[in-house]
């Protein structure tokens, strides 16, 4: 079962109602007082459904104003009222000052009517003196334009372009907004664009002949510069000549040289500016400059770098149609030319061309110029023209080094090629010096003037002595030697002329390497085949031998030619030498003569089969062989002293003289001789000492030392003599004795002398008759000899 609700109680609801709606009436109040927006209050109201509350609220609230505007009514009236009585009394006062303002209008109107007029004619007046006024500066704007135009056309037909271009300009920047003249103004932008391209085109054309004009001048100017480098290089070996020759003859002090030295150079600078001027780039730099004005430099830059590129390239061919050799000054000249120009523009041409540009042409210049080289260079067979070539190619190094171009990739070209050259210089000094040789009659030379003697001895410092010789003067050697001396020369100055200027400073050791293949390999073998296929007598291998002593002091003059023209002192190039490099031959030579002499000697110890081995009598002026010896010895001397050097003459002296000893102890040892006498070793005893009596007459031309060495030619047949004739032979045994006395003998050889020597009848069946009688000594002392020599045996 349901409770029962309770009921509300009403009392104290009403009065918070009354609260709320008198709260919500001050609110709005304020609200519209302070002209705040209702809007809040209106979406609360109808938010709530009780729009009637609002209502009442604004219609309370309007209730409660007016009475506020009533007494603010009634506040003001008497103003309001004051106000229409002031209105009133104006009104009157302006009716009256109307009616006066009409009648000061009429009278106004009645005077100002002739001013009016007059107005009117002053204003068309002026109107028309304003059109005038626009009229002549219209006229004057015109003239002025057309006298530019005037001034313009005047440039373009003296070519001062530039003037017409900047007159041009004037007009269109200046004066052509400003043209009231539409036909004028249509005339003037039409005619300006055909006049910038007028100029362009005459520019351009004009550029082209330079172009053309700029290969020709370059050629020129690029023979002209290597033509100054080499008058420079010219003249400093003329300077280095002139300085070498006054430190040897000590005739100019050191301060002297240096003075020298510096004009020398000053002048070949001054020289190189001369010819560096002998080129106008005006044509060049006026285009620039039109193109500049006409804004459109780099266009013409571009222009500019793709011309000369192409240039460059047509002139880095080579015409297969011309021969190198004839054509490489030209192209190299050609090449030299362009880039001196093109560092005149670099310099002077204000941006025209850049360094970069420059160094790009440069480089592609190198790399066809080092091609060319390559292939040039692989067909060349002639060292002469290769070494044309080479020095014309550093005569252009050293011309645009000046210019600061680097040139080293051209100078390792020429380098790589060093072989080759001194190869092929080489085959054709081979074939010089046999076609030399050849001609040699094996005679000695005959000077009969005094330049004859400087061309042939001085020249190459072939002199014996400073004292100059009577003319006519017969050389001790023959026309070989000069001759021979002159290719060696031509082949060091060749050799040092392709290594100088090439980069490499310090080159004497290439150049003397080449040297010593030129004279050890190529003059040695020449000289060795003329020895063995030419030299037939004795007087040919003579003279042969005296030319090969001269080749000695020659060799010490090449070095030192070699070593003065590479600009090495002579001390370090005499530190640095070798042994003579003709010793084949010189031996050769020697061998050959000491041959033919054997020979000749051969022939007269023919005559030792004539001897009496076993004759009782010694021949008082020894044998007939031996005399016959000594006479061509003497004979032989006599002529070979003019012609040979002492130390040749003995040494081939030495070796005939123990040829002779040899063939005597042979014929003693030998199936000649059956039986020796002692008279007969008495004889062989004189013949020996005519050759010693031979050897003491030689003592001027030798030394006490080399007269010695001449001696121990025949030791063997002196001792071997001494051994025979001393009253104890058997001493030979003695180890002591046999090495002071008898050490140059063989025991084998005294054996068989010593058994024919002994005397028959002491053998056992000579004893038969002579039983009884006493033994020689001599011969019992060459028994006990031959009887221990077979012990030993």
Not at 96 to 120: C, T
Not at 303 to 329: A, G, I
Request: aromatic share 8%; net charge negative; charged share 25%.
């Amino acid at each position: 079962m349901q409770s029962p609700k309770p009921r509300r109680k009403p009392g104290p609801t009403t009065a918070g109602a009354d609260s709320a709606e008198k709260l919500d009436e001050l609110l709005i109040s304020s609200a519209i007082c302070n002209g705040e927006d209702l809007g809040p209050f209106v979406r609360k109201t109808f938010a709530t459904g009780k729009p009637e509350t609002l209502l009442h609220h604004l219609k309370l609230f309007a209730r409660s104003k007016e009475s506020e505007i009533e007494e603010v009514c009634k506040a003001h009236y008497q103003d309001f009222i004051n106000a229409v009585d002031d209105l009133k009394s104006l009104l009157s006062d302006v009716e009256s000052l109307k009616s006066s303002l009409s009648d000061s209008n009429s009278k106004l109107q009645s005077i100002a009517a002739p001013l009016l007029s007059s107005l009117d004619s002053l204003v068309e007046a002026q109107t028309v003196s304003k059109n005038v006024d626009l009229a002549i500066r219209a006229v004057t704007h015109c003239v002025r334009v057309m006298d530019i135009v005037s001034r313009a056309n005047q440039h373009l037909q003296s070519g001062s372009f530039y003037m017409a271009l900047k007159c041009v300009d004037s007009i269109e920047s200046d004066l052509l907004e400003k043209t009231q003249s539409s036909t004028l103004k249509r005339m003037l932008e039409k005619r300006i664009p055909e006049i910038r391209g007028y100029v362009e085109r005459k520019v351009s054309k004009e550029l082209g002949d330079w172009l053309v004009e700029i290969r020709v001048v370059s050629r020129n100017l690029g023979q002209l510069a290597i033509g100054e480098a080499s008058a420079a290089r010219q003249r400093e070996e003329e300077l280095r000549m002139k300085q070498k020759e006054a430190e040897e003859q000590s005739r100019l002090s050191l301060r002297d040289c240096v003075y020298a030295l510096k004009e020398e150079e000053v002048d070949e600078y001054e020289s190189g500016l001369e010819g560096s001027d002998a080129f106008d780039l005006t044509p060049l730099y006026r285009a620039y400059h039109i193109h500049q004005t006409l804004s459109l430099e780099d266009r013409f830059k571009r222009y500019y770098f793709d011309n000369r590129e192409l240039q460059l390239k047509s002139d880095s061919q080579v015409s297969s149609m011309t021969p190198f050799l004839e054509s490489h000054q030209t192209f190299f000249a050609q090449i030299a030319g362009f880039f001196i120009v093109e560092d005149r523009v670099l310099r002077t041409g204000g941006g025209l061309i850049s360094k970069n540009e420059v160094e790009f042409l440069w480089d592609l210049a190198v790399g066809n110029m080092c091609a060319v080289l390559e292939d040039q260079f692989s067909r060349m067979q002639t060292a002469n023209h290769l070494l044309l070539i080479k020095d014309y190619v550093s005569l252009l190094g050293v011309s645009l080094r000046r210019y600061g171009y680097t040139v080293d990739a051209l100078l390792e070209v020429l380098s790589k090629h060093r072989d080759k050259y001194h190869e092929l210089l080489l085959s054709d000094c081979r074939k010089q010096m046999i076609e030399a040789l050849s001609a040699d009659k094996f005679e000695q030379m005959l000077m009969k003037k005094e330049y004859e003697y400087s061309m042939n001895v001085l020249s190459f410092q072939l002199q014996t002595s400073d004292i100059a010789p009577a003319f006519p003067y017969i050389a001790p050697f023959s026309t070989t030697v000069p001759d021979c001396c002159r290719i060696v020369r031509s082949f060091i100055e060749e050799s040092v002329s392709f290594m100088s200027h090439g980069g490499q400073l310090d080159f004497y050791d290439v150049v003397k390497k080449y040297l010593d293949r030129l004279l050890g390999e190529v003059l040695d073998e020449a000289l060795l085949k003329l020895i063995n296929t030419s030299v037939y007598g004795v007087s040919q291998a003579m003279q042969v031998a005296a030319n090969m002593a001269v080749f000695e002091r020659a060799c010490d003059f090449f070095f030192r030619h070699a070593a003065q023209l590479s600009g090495v002192p002579l001390r370090m190039a005499e530190r640095g030498r070798r042994h003579f490099p003709l010793t084949k031959s010189q031996k050769a030579a020697e061998d050959t003569l000491s041959g033919l002499l054997k020979q000749k000697i051969d022939g007269f110890m023919t005559l030792i089969e004539n001897v009496n081995w076993t004759s009782d009598d010694v021949p008082q002026g020894g044998n007939e062989y031996m005399n016959e010896v000594i006479i061509y010895l003497v004979t032989l001397v006599s002529t070979a002293q003019h012609i040979l050097p002492a130390k040749v003459l003995k040494r081939v002296l030495r070796d005939v003289l123990a040829h002779i000893c040899e063939r005597i102890v042979g014929t003693l040892c030998g199936d000649l001789v059956k039986r020796l006498s002692m008279a007969a070793i008495k004889g062989v005893d004189v013949d020996i000492q005519l050759l010693e009596s031979f050897t003491e007459q030689l003592k001027p031309l030798l030394t006490d030392k080399e007269a010695k060495e001449m001696k121990t030619a025949f030791v063997e047949i002196r001792q071997m003599v001494n051994l025979l004739l001393s009253s104890h032979p058997e001493n030979f045994v003695n180890p002591v004795i046999r090495e002071r006395s008898y050490n140059a003998l063989d025991y084998r050889k005294v054996a068989a002398v010593s058994e024919k020597l002994r005397d028959p009848s002491d053998s056992i069946f000579g004893t038969f008759g002579t039983r009884g009688s006493r033994q020689n000594p001599k011969n019992k002392s060459l028994d006990t000899l031959i009887k221990r020599l077979k012990d030993v045996s």
